[in-house]
């Protein structure tokens, strides 16, 4: 149906007051510029009167959200019965059993089980996440790894949402969690002999920095296998695919070192596949006597190599596929008798299956003109099926098997969607924009059938462009909320992200980093000159990273915008990024640069959002965090509201919303998520005078 337009119903109660924040100014002197923070006191979690300042803030949006309330519930009622409440993933084997989840009516939640031998089995619950999660506002598991011979569960738990997991065994066979409790760890990896875990902890900043060694049910101390002492490098442990080896890799955003262990051997000698150079990133994958090397060393866009086991270092790799310009390789599985590369070209993933026995190459072919492809669960090694996902903006993420003999795909599950969704009644397609350079700038559009670009329909834009991420173009059964009510929903698939390759990354970061939001609004002017909305219908979105985006264009071209919706917004760039006691902050100097050198904080000037605040008017604006947010800090987006509020010459609204019981994803139940959906499509909706 089109925008309903009915005027909004009269507020029951007098029109709220927003908040007005305390100043109490901190200066510092940086490059010989005197910085001005009015509102750094917001950083001090444990003064009552920053709490007390965010509820206030979250009592004024509620206030002027209001009117919204049945509207909200209708919504949320809606988008609920779109969902199938109670519902089973497709299985997957691993050794002896089959793993899956499923969800039941009414629990917030999924139940984590395993049938032995057969589906038609008795159904064991390794881990029923509604139990742990009760007593806790926020639940997330982390870690799930299984031993090899089926017995031992190691896992880890957040209760707070900040991202500070808590590492546990369970032994499958008694049911029992076992003594171990082991405090702030991140990856995990079992040995061959299904008795010894290796682990990685975090130190203060959140990186995770040492590896150790754990005997289950020993009492001894735990092993220091390694410790990084480069604060840029983070260090993750995790298994072959053949189950061979184990691996632990140390990681900063440009560099990579790789170790491995076999995985027999526990206690062994750890060796170096090849060691760290500046700017060399490889990941490693084994087959029988060799490993597979992923390897950008003859180019920013990844080449594939192969190395003996017995001596792996540079000099002996071989080249397998060489490094492209055009097609950049993201990743790679490994199997008994063939290996599938994950590529992307031209902005698309690509899923691409080659024979170890005879070199045959075939892709696996997709119907749409813009989607998401990845690999799902593979756990076996010796199986001739692939397992993928598949989803596009108007197609339900789906889970395919592949055989990749017979080069056929079976349809295993496509996620249902009630109600009588029919995806025939909308229409997707690849636009592009071109950038005042000339770059093209990708663009994913969905929409109902029969729409008029005639600039009168309301547009959801979002974007993200950093870390080399490519945008997901993926499905979402709440967005028909926005679709059904006459809405465009649109990617802009901008320069720092990975859509185009590496290049297309290092073109949006560091002392480039304003291509990221010049192509946002080369897009949002090119949708607009398209006739598919206008300025006074255009919504536009971004969380994190994307939030700096919002903050950003904000400053830029506030007039371009009706409404801006902010999520977790990394605003406050150049503080942040001049304090290295933060969690990421260090890591993060190779993708945003280190303002301690002047070249880069004099860049930086040019786009931070919280800097570049100033007297004029700005959009509607709904700006959202979490005070146990560890990546992006709940003062960021606090303080950028509270100098934005005396600063602004308009009367648009300003709205702060805190979950104070989450962290950087937000509502961590399903059922509290979608409340959460339900009060942003409110706000945007209703802002554009839209109220059924």
Not at 45 to 56: G, H, I, N, Q, R
């Amino acid at each position: 149906m089109e925008a309903n337009t009915v005027a909004p119903p009269e507020p029951e109660t007098a029109t709220p007051r927003p908040p007005v924040a305390r100043r109490f100014p901190k200066v510092d002197i940086v490059h010989g510029d005197r910085r001005v923070d009015d509102y750094f006191w917001l950083r001090d979690k444990d003064d009552p009167e920053v709490p007390a300042y965010l509820e206030a803030e979250n009592t004024y949006a509620d206030a002027v959200l209001k009117p919204t309330a049945r509207f909200q519930a209708a919504l949320y009622q809606e988008m609920l019965a779109r969902i199938q409440e109670t519902d089973l993933s497709v299985p997957y084997r691993d050794g002896g059993y089959f793993y899956y989840s499923r969800t039941e009516e009414g629990k917030q939640y999924p139940i984590l089980c395993r049938k032995k031998g057969s589906l038609a089995g008795p159904e064991e619950v390794t881990l029923d996440l509604n139990v742990l999660a009760e007593g806790h506002p926020f639940f997330s598991l982390g870690a799930y790894a299984v031993s090899d011979d089926g017995t031992l569960l190691a896992y880890s738990t957040d209760v707070t949402g900040f991202r500070e997991y808590t590492l546990h065994v369970k032994d499958l066979r008694t049911g029992e969690v076992l003594p171990e409790r082991i405090e702030m760890t991140g990856s995990v990896a079992w040995a061959g002999d299904g008795r010894t875990l290796f682990y990685t902890v975090e130190d203060a900043a959140k990186r995770p920095h040492r590896l150790y060694r754990h005997a289950v049910a020993v009492s001894d101390p735990d092993v220091l296998v390694y410790e990084e002492g480069d604060e840029l490098f983070r260090v993750f442990a995790g298994r072959s695919h053949s189950r061979a080896f184990v691996f632990l890799v140390a990681a900063s955003h440009t560099t990579t070192e790789v170790r491995y262990l076999p995985s027999g051997q526990p206690e062994g000698v750890w060796k170096t596949v090849a060691p760290r150079e500046h700017e060399h990133e490889y990941d490693v994958e084994h087959h029988s006597d060799r490993f597979f090397i992923r390897t950008n060393d003859q180019g920013r866009n990844f080449r594939l190599a192969w190395a003996p086991v017995e001596d792996p270092r540079r000099e002996n790799w071989k080249e397998v596929v060489p490094h492209r310009s055009d097609v950049m390789l993201e990743g790679l599985e490994v199997f008994r008798d063939h290996y599938v590369l994950q590529e992307r070209v031209q902005g698309l993933p690509r899923l691409r299956i080659t024979s170890l026995r005879n070199g045959a190459t075939h892709d696996i072919a997709f119907p749409e003109p813009a989607y998401s492809a990845c690999p799902d669960h593979n756990p076996e090694f010796d199986t001739q099926v692939f397992r993928y996902t598949y989803q596009s903006l108007v197609t339900p993420s789906s889970v395919f098997d592949y055989d990749m003999e017979t080069r056929k795909s079976a349809l295993l599950k496509e996620q249902p969607v009630l109600g009588g969704y029919d995806r025939g009644q909308y229409h997707s397609e690849r636009l592009f924009a071109s950038a005042p350079e000339g770059v093209q700038v990708p663009i994913s559009v969905v929409y109902r059938k029969g729409l008029k670009r005639d600039g009168s329909h309301p547009m959801h834009l979002t974007g993200y462009g950093a870390y080399g991420f490519p945008y997901p173009v993926g499905f979402s059964s709440n967005r028909l909320s926005l679709l059904d009510r006459g809405f465009v929903f649109a990617i802009a698939h901008v320069r720092g992200g990975g859509e185009l390759g590496k290049t297309w990354h290092d073109d949006g970061r560091m002392l480039k980093k304003r291509n990221t939001f010049t192509d946002f609004i080369t897009v949002a002017e090119h949708l607009m000159g398209e006739g598919y909305t206008s300025r006074e219908r255009l919504v536009v979105e971004g969380g994190s990273a994307g939030g700096l985006l919002m903050g950003a264009v904000a400053n830029m071209r506030p007039e371009l915008f009706k409404v801006i919706v902010s999520k977790v917004p990394f605003v406050d760039v150049i503080n942040t990024m001049l304090d290295a006691s933060l969690p990421l902050t260090v890591g993060e100097w190779e993708e945003w640069g280190n303002p301690h050198l002047k070249e880069h904080y004099e860049y930086m000037k040019t786009y931070c959002p919280y800097t570049n605040l100033e007297a004029k008017a700005y959009p509607v604006m709904l700006v959202k965090t979490s005070f146990h947010d560890s990546q992006v800090m709940y003062w960021e987006p606090a303080k950028y509201v509270a100098k934005l509020r005396a600063l602004k010459t308009d009367d648009n609204l300003l709205v702060l919303k805190t979950n104070m019981e989450a962290g950087h994803g937000g509502a961590s139940g399903r059922y509290d998520y979608l409340r959460e959906v339900a009060f942003d499509y409110a706000f945007v909706l209703t802002r554009l005078g839209i109220w059924q």
